[in-house]
């Protein structure tokens, strides 16, 4: 089973209407890297899920990610981190 199959069957048993595809996935893996590389390991699916409520009120996916990856990605500059 791919990863893509996974979140449509996860879609399905929690009723989502949406179709998930593999840009979706991808969004979502890129983001968790982020924050697990750049803050913390748990960071990955805390910020992940915060993605999910910001998406679930109506923010634009992709803009959601992306605003949330450079916060991450800023963190680990302020912290001096070289990962």
Known sequence: MTLVEWAQRACAELELSEEIG????????????????????????????????????????????AALSALAVAQADADGDSR
């Open 22 to 65: 593999k840009a979706d996935v991808d969004r979502v893996l890129d983001l968790a890297k982020d924050a697990a590389h750049s803050v913390v390991r748990p960071a990955a699916p805390l910020t992940t899920y915060l993605l999910g409520i910001a998406v679930g009120r109506g923010a634009d996916p992709a803009q959601a990610a």
